[in-house]
């Protein structure tokens, strides 16, 4: 029998790894239970065991299912990436800066009448 190949560990809420259904069932076996395999027509590499446990390669439409909330989360977070961003460029239009200030050609020619001037 062809050797099964190894995956590396994937650490969701703790460390999960790919287990082979034979090493799945003789951990069962040493334990006293009687696992045994039970294909059906959308899953034929299932395996149950007395003890209650399941041994399944997931499908492509389990796959999505269990990851569903996944996709969801991604979508909103994108989607709030987006209205914060179109918010930040609405605020940098509307609080423009303002020209530079500029002094009017009659206030700064010449000097000021004045008790500062000696007038």
């Known amino acids: 029998m062809k050797e099964p190949r190894k995956l590396r ?10 287990v082979p259904v034979e090493e799945w069932a003789e951990r069962h076996r040493r334990a006293g239970h009687h696992p045994q395999p039970t294909p059906t027509t959308e899953n034929p590499d299932r395996w149950d065991c007395d003890c209650g446990g399941l041994w399944r390669i997931l499908t492509l439409e389990q796959i999505r299912q269990k990851f569903a909330h996944l996709k969801r989360e991604l979508r909103e977070g994108e989607q709030a990436r987006r209205r914060a961003a179109k918010v930040e460029q609405d ?9 530079p200030l500029r002094i009017a050609d009659q206030y700064v020619a010449g000097p000021r009448r004045g008790k500062a001037n000696g007038d």
């Open 9 to 18: 560990p994937v650490t969701i809420e703790g460390p999960w790894r790919f």
């Open 91 to 99: 605020l940098r239009t509307a609080v423009s800066s303002p020209p």
